[in-house]
């Protein structure tokens, strides 16, 4: 399974080694032409701001719309941000995901945290059921899921912090910046059923 990583910003590099630590062929893509031949694609955290203007900029913004409507893609934290249809702000987004996104929901960096959270959705990769450690570094929070958007994960006080919609999966935490591999063999394993539509 060929995934592309966007390359434009944010932590990039540690999605490209999980990738290459489940066994995934990992692309760095900052060109619209180096999404061809991909079967899923990853939005690394960062800065949304920053990554929705250089996407735009790059004329990225309707190649990356394009690839989303047939195959596979996940946003992490800031990523998450760029898939949603509504960040009630104005900054570029792909607009492709029917989810409400808060940004900076948990305060400034200094209210960065961890948690241990019940992901019933890994047990597809891993059906022990070990708790996920989440890292949540001035994240966004998922407000609402709309349509057939479905939630994947919250907060033990129900907030929703994972949904997926269909082939997009929006984390609002880290999974790149541990080595438990769940969520990246999940997103192959994604990309694997949505390349065999
Ligand atoms: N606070 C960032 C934003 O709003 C997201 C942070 C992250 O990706 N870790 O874009």
Request: glycine share 8%; charged share 25%.
């Amino acid at each position: 399974m060929k995934i592309g990583v966007l390359a434009l910003q944010g932590d990039f590099i540690e999605h490209v080694h999980a990738l290459r630590r489940v066994g995934a062929e990992a692309r760095e893509v900052r060109l619209p032409d180096q999404l061809e031949a991909l079967d899923g694609l990853i939005i690394p955290g960062g800065e949304s701001t920053t990554i929705g203007k250089l996407a735009s900029d790059f004329e990225l913004l309707e190649p990356l719309r394009a690839f989303g409507r047939q195959k596979a893609i996940w946003g992490t934290c800031a990523g998450a941000i760029f898939l949603a249809k509504d960040v009630r702000r104005e900054q570029p987004l792909l607009e492709l995901m029917d989810i409400t996104v808060a940004r900076n929901a948990f305060g400034r960096q200094v209210n960065s945290f961890e948690v241990d959270l019940n992901i019933p959705a890994l047990g597809a990769v891993d059906p022990r059921g070990t708790p996920y450690h989440a890292i949540f570094i001035r994240a966004p929070l998922i407000e609402s899921v709309q349509k057939d958007a479905e939630i994947l994960a919250t907060l033990p006080d129900g907030r929703i912090v994972a949904a997926r919609q269909g082939c997009w999966l929006a984390t609002v935490f880290h999974p790149e910046l541990t080595l438990d591999d769940r969520f990246h063999q999940y997103f192959v394993e994604m990309s694997r059923s949505t390349r065999n539509l």
